[in-house]
Every structure is written in C-alpha cells, then in structure tokens.
C-alpha cells in the first residue's frame, strides 16, 4: 500500500468508486480508494439501479443527465458489462397539481437538454399494457430513461480507475484523520497510513464517523427503504417469449411507490411515511452487506394501490424483501462539494440516489478538485448549505420526512413541516400573533406572508396563484402607500476587522469598496473563473473594520469563503455575528416619518444618504441603521443586538400604528425585487454566468486593480458572452406567473431561461427576469416562455420597470 498520495478517497460504495474513476481520467492518477469491507458492500449492492432523470433541481437535474450518458459510454470504455437497461420511465399523474409539476419539471429538462414526452392515459397503455388506466390524467415519459446493475457498474468504474493508475484498497478500515504540521492530512488505516493533499469521504452510511475524525458534523443519517421482487408472472413471462420490449420504469406518484420487471416478475418500491432512520449511531465496525428484519405491514397502503393500479401484482407470490439502508439530508439532495472550515476536504455523501448521481457527481467534484472550480451551479448541493443546528436530532426528523416525501407534490413555495420551529427571532411570538404563515430558511423561522384576521393561518401550495396571492399584494400596497415592517434575522452577519481587512476584502470583491465610513457598498465575490460565488452588504465601520451582510441561507458558504482566502498571517480577522444581531426592515413612503418620532437623530435626505448607515437609538435601544432594502422603498434595515429587537418591534409598532404600518413576509420582498430586477445568487447570479452577462457593470470594475477572477472575466468578455440578463414583460397570464427555470424560446428553438418570475402588484404586470443570447436581448424583442405548458409571449423591457430612477429609493 502506498505511504504518500495525491488523494484519498474513503469508501468504496458506487459514489467512492466514481469520484475515483474521474479524478484519474482527469490526470490524477496517484489517487487512492480505500474500502473497509469488499466494493459495493454498503448501500450499493442492495439498490435497485434505478436512473430517474426527474429532479425539480437545475443542479441535481444536469448531474443526473451526465451520469446516464455517461454510463452508456463506461462499458465501451471498459468493457465491462454495466447493465443497463435503456426501458424509459413513465411518471403517472391523478390530479391537475401533479401535471403542474410534471409541466414545470418539463420546463427544467428543457433548459438543461433532457426530453420529456407528455402521454395521454391510451399512451400509458400502450406501453404499459398491465397497467389499470382509470383515474388518470396524463403521464409523462423519459426515453433515456432506465435502470442499471449496481455492482456492475462499480466494477466497470474500477476498472477505469485502474487503468488511469488508480488504486484500490479493499478491506482497509480508516481509523483516524489528522492534518499534518506542513498542512497535508495523514489518513491512518488498520494496513499502514497514506499522506496526501486531499481527502475525499464517500463513506455512505458511515458519514457521520468520517466526518467526526476531523471534527465535522456530517449532516447526513440513512433511512430505512424496503423494496419487494415477486415470483415470474405469466404475462410478463410471455411477452418476453413474444420478443415484446421490457416494459420501462413505471411510477404512480401520487401512490408513492416505483415498479419495474425483475427476472419475469416485478419489484415494489414504495416510499412510506413511518420509515425510520437507521445507524443514527452508526453501523456496526463489521457492518457488511446488511439487510434490516422486512416490515411489509408498513407497506400496506402502497401495496394495494399498487395491485391497484397494475392488478399482475397482485396475482404472484413475494420471491423477497430487501429492506436496506439509503442515505439522507434534511432535503433529501445530495452533499458534494468542500467542507466547511477544512482546506482540501470533499464531501461526497448523503446519496438518496446514490446510482443516478454517483457518475455525474464524480464528474463535478473532480472539475472542482483539479480545476478549482465546478462548470455547473452546485449550490443545490453545496455541504455548505446545511448548518450547526443540524443536530443528530433533528437529522432523524428532517431525513425520514424527506424519505416520506420523495414523491409528494414538490410545489414551488412548500414549506416542510418536521423539526419546527427551531431557530426563532425574538418577534417570532409577536409576528405570529399578527397572522404571520411562517417558512424556514437555514434553520430560521421567516414570516412568508400575514394571514388577515378569520383566515387560518396556514399555508396554500400550488404551482399557480393560490390563497395568499391576494394577501400579499396587500401587504405590498400597504408598502407601497404607507410603512411595513419585515423581520430579516435570519441575514448572515460578520466582522471583518484587523490591518489587513480592507486590501483582504479589495482582493475578493469585484466593486470598490466603501471609502467613507458609515458608507454601504453593495459588492460580489467571484470565482476564479468569473462567475459569481457570493453577494454581501459591506459597509465600512471605521478605517480597518467592516461589517458585512449575505443572504441567511448562504451563511456558511458565504462564511466559509470569507474565511478560506483570509490571509495566515493574523492580520485580517473574521467575527461571526449572525447570532448576535437581529435585523428589522422598515420601509414604505413614511418610513422616515416613524422613525422620526422614535429616534433623536436626523434621517432627513441631508442628513441621512441612501447608501449609508450609522448607530442610532431606536425608543432606548441602539441599532445600526443601514439605508438599504430589498424592496425598493424609502426605507431602513435596523440591525441590533438581539436581546433588544422586542423593544425596537413594539417601538415602531406604537409608532407607526398612526401612519397604517402592517407587517409583511419574504413572498411581498420577492415580488418587490423582480419590479426593480435585483438579482438573486443561484438564480440570476451564478457561476455559470459571467459577472457582466448577469448585468453587475455598475458593480464590477475591472480597472480597479487585482482580484479574483478579474483576469478570468476579462478573457471571458474577449471569447464573447453567450448569455445576457433582461426583465421581461410576460403577456396573457391568467392564473400560473412565471416561477424560475421556464425555457424562453423563438421560433421553438430554446434561447434563455427565466431565473425568476413573479407578478408585479406595483405596476400590475407579470414580470420575470431571466438569461437570454446576447443577440436577442435588446429591449423590446418579443419571445415566447413556457409556463405550465402554455406558450406565453414576452417582451424584454428595460431593467427596473419599478422606479428606474430610484426617486423613492433615493428620497
């Protein structure tokens, strides 16, 4: 065994073995894969191999559609039979939300290059002959679609990794990870100890144990999945004497539950609620190729829709029951990426569909490994987009309800209920009592909109315009017309202080920051390849200290950046303060008007610019006044130590209750910020796009001296965009707005995508934003989006339709 590498990869399930395959086929060929027990041995050996391409997620959908391509091309490159079965999946529908579902689905697959074809209930039949048609409105069909044999394809992974000059070690325990004085990590096992650069945890259901080595809490624990295979049935048996095709993958949604053949019979795979976690503790030092006591009672509502639905179910004995672990998240997507706070430690765990994701998976975090970066948005897969009150607890809780919920509806606004509320403003009380319906975010407890008085406070999900549509364009003209108030909390906040702290910050923000203090800056981190990675509120607090603000669920990501290109030498220091310091919006036309009467300070336009903050009282507590919003009001953020933010609320509250001051939630923001085209990271900010295709010039300065990505963006500008950000009008909406990854097409062919929609109560329009080809991007150009399956004409008007000359903002 070798003492020195390049990489560790632990695990030797099919996710290990495909990081491996494609960091050697990237040229690092000294990398090495250790394996406690035999490969496959944990998870893999007992999948199904299923290959679903569906995923409402733009990321998760592009690692999905390689890794099918992929699998294809593997067993020519190796030669080593890998399985698969190319039948298509069939995805069935009962009601009108779950072909919403499928037509917005259809319009993510359609922006990423994957076919989708809508069937009719005849359709279904007819290449589904044993199914019962009755009850259904429509299907939808993936042709690539399919299914593959798990082992064989690790195998055929190996053996690629091998002849790249991979090696792998099998029944080699890891014991221990330490970082070595010269920064390398000693990765010790019970064979010898290997010193490398990088470390790579693909560890399945023994996440959690690796991470601990190095001190991460591993936000991942498995869930117990059972699946039946039955007895040969006659029928399938005949149609295979016949010559007749296999029968693709069929799955009833709405039942919660996936079949397909299996050697002349069939398997059942249902997902049920009830489902526990396992190894919550972790497996067994001798865990090997293990199997959890079947529990079919909890199965029963699946099974008879199953039998149901294709009545042949019904009619064969069970051959047998598989009842394995499957690894989960909190939102049951996978974590691939770095770790936070740990240089060169990867993530490749908490793979509910390990099969699907383990070709595509490997594929990006070798680009990011080698290269620097991914070439697609991770952000829905980030390891940095859970945080530390994951706890082992609520990791139980969140994981089996998003086993339960793998086949639920997944509506655009739908907020889960398990493990709440846990992480609470100090208002959180007072909102509710208001008629806040309340999401969550990183933990956080945020008020998504009010319900008015005699109206249950509790949520409507749809795909359309749904029962607090109407709700929140009141609170937006109470915005609009008066003053409101808006808890923003859950912000990431932090210091960055110290000598070095302002050429630190200068070298990773592309915008200047602010020279003045009390000045606010609004700036962008990028990557290395120009891209955006993160925004942040910056303002300056004196000559060496800045206080700066991101988005709450970009905490740790944005933190984790921050902190990995701090310089060592001690002269830049970084000081968390999100759990320090609450944040109240206040903003409408008469918001100076309010906090006029509670604050001794000048707000006037002179005395107070927009764009600029200072410490004033508020009633008798201190809070930071910054002279920003989200909404594009006259307004404030108040951000204040925590233990005060009662008595700023009741203050203003008091105050305002003269000038109509109402609450209003993050859905009337949303609304707000597509009037005035803000972009959002992971949405119109990417780092797929360039900085200047998501329109940042007036925030991106490329003259203005080294920093990162500067050089990338120039060389990008020079080989010429292929994308371009514009505001659309959409035209003839009637009760479906644009909701985010609706292709934009001309003439059928697909040239851009919405990043975001919204209906716009301010000037009475539905609008999106969006990246279209630079050559149709001019104001006034006339395209076509999909939503929900209907063709909408559009119309690219100019940026901020919404006071483009910032009078309100600015007054």
Request: net charge negative.
């Amino acid at each position: 065994m070798k003492s020195h590498a390049r990489v560790v990869v632990i695990g030797g399930g099919v996710v290990g073995v495909g990081t491996l395959y494609h960091l050697a086929k990237k040229g690092w060929s000294d990398v090495v894969l250790v394996e406690r027990k035999e490969l496959t041995s944990g998870s893999t050996w007992h999948a199904a191999g299923l290959l679903p391409l569906f995923n409402m997620s733009y990321s998760v959908g592009q690692v999905h559609k390689f890794a099918v391509r992929f699998y294809q091309e593997l067993e020519e490159e190796t030669g080593q039979r890998v399985g698969f079965a190319k039948v298509s999946n069939i995805r069935l529908a009962t009601n009108r939300d779950r072909m919403d579902e499928y037509r917005q689905y259809a319009g993510v697959a359609d922006t990423i290059g994957v076919e989708v074809k809508f069937l009719t209930p005849d359709q279904v039949k007819e290449v589904w002959p044993l199914c019962n048609t009755e009850g259904l409105v429509g299907a939808i069909q993936h042709p690539e679609d399919g299914y593959i044999q798990p082992a064989d394809l690790t195998q055929a992974l190996a053996i690629g990794a091998r002849n790249n000059g991979a090696e792998i070690y099998r029944n080699t325990t890891v014991t221990g990870i330490e970082r070595t004085a010269s920064g390398e990590w000693l990765v010790k096992t019970d064979k010898g100890d290997i010193t490398c650069e990088h470390v790579v945890t693909a560890s399945g259901s023994f996440a959690r144990q690796v991470g601990a080595m190095v001190g991460l809490d591993v936000p991942v624990i498995p869930v117990e999945h059972q699946y039946i295979v039955t007895e040969p049935h006659p029928e399938i048996q005949k149609r295979k004497a016949d010559g007749l095709p296999e029968m693709g993958v069929l799955r009833e949604s709405d039942g919660s539950w996936y079949m397909r053949e299996e050697r002349g019979g069939l398997i059942l795979g249902p997902y049920e609620k009830g489902a526990p976690a396992c190894y919550v503790d972790g497996p067994s030092d001798d865990m090997e190729y293990e199997l959890f006591q079947e529990d079919l009672e909890r199965l029963e509502p699946h099974i008879e829709s199953a039998i149901n639905r294709v009545p042949a179910f019904g009619e064969v004995g069970v051959k047998q029951v598989y009842n394995g672990a499957i690894c989960y998240t909190p939102d049951g997507s996978p974590i691939i990426g770095p770790a936070w706070d740990l240089p060169n430690f990867w993530l490749n765990e908490g793979h509910s569909f390990g099969i699907t994701a383990a070709g595509g998976a490997g594929w990006q975090l070798a680009e990011w490994m080698v290269e620097g970066e991914p070439t697609i948005d991770m952000l829905g897969v980030d390891p940095r987009r859970f945080g530390d009150y994951c706890t082992k607890s609520y990791l139980v809780e969140k994981n089996e309800e998003a086993y339960a919920n793998v086949f639920t509806i997944h509506y655009p606004d739908e907020e889960r209920e398990a493990a709440r509320p846990l992480r609470q403003a100090p208002c959180f009380d007072r909102l509710k009592n208001l008629g806040a319906v309340f999401g969550q975010k990183f933990g956080w407890e945020r008020a998504n909109w009010f319900a008015p008085d005699g109206m249950p406070q509790e949520d409507d999900w749809s795909f359309r315009r749904s029962k607090w549509f109407e709700h929140i364009g009141n609170e937006i003209q109470n915005v609009h017309e008066n003053v409101g108030i808006l808890d923003m909390t859950a912000f990431a906040k932090c210091r960055i202080s110290g000598p070095g702290a302002e050429a630190f910050l200068d070298n990773l923000v592309a915008n200047r920051l602010p020279k003045k203090i009390g000045r606010v800056g609004l700036v962008h981190a990028l990557n290395t390849r120009g891209g955006v990675h993160s925004e942040f509120t910056i303002m300056r607090e004196a000559e060496d200290s800045f206080y700066v603000v991101s988005a709450g669920a970009l905490q740790r990501l944005d933190h984790d950046w921050l902190k990995k290109h701090m310089p060592a030498d001690g002269s830049v220091r970084f000081e968390h303060l999100t759990n320090q310091m609450g944040v109240l919006v206040v903003a409408g036309p008469k918001s100076r008007e309010l906090l006029q009467q509670v604050t001794r300070d000048d707000l006037s336009g002179g005395s107070f610019k927009w764009l600029s903050g200072r410490w004033i009282d508020v009633g008798l507590a201190p809070a930071l006044a910054m002279r920003v919003n989200f909404v594009g009001e006259l307004g404030w953020e108040l951000h204040h130590p925590l233990e005060y933010q009662n008595h700023i609320f009741d203050t203003v509250m008091a105050a305002g209750e003269d000038l109509g001051i109402k609450p209003f939630g993050i859905r009337a923001m949303e609304s707000m910020r597509v009037e005035k085209s803000y972009r959002m990271v992971g949405q119109e900010l990417s780092i797929e796009y360039a900085a200047l295709e998501s329109g940042l010039h007036r925030f991106v300065h490329l003259n203005k001296g080294e920093f990162i990505g500067r050089d990338a963006l120039s060389q990008w500008q020079e080989r010429g965009f292929q994308n371009q950000f514009v505001t659309m009008e959409v035209h003839d909406v009637t009760d479906a707005d644009p909701l985010g990854n609706n292709p934009i097409s001309l003439n059928g062919e697909v040239v851009g995508r919405a990043t975001s929609g919204n209906y716009g109560f301010r000037l009475g329009k539905s609008l999106a934003l969006g990246m279209v080809r630079p050559d149709h991007a001019d104001v006034g150009t006339e395209l076509q989006m999909d939503i929900l399956g209907t063709s909408h004409p559009v119309t690219i008007i100019e940026e901020s339709p919404f006071d483009p000359e910032n009078e309100r903002l600015r007054a």
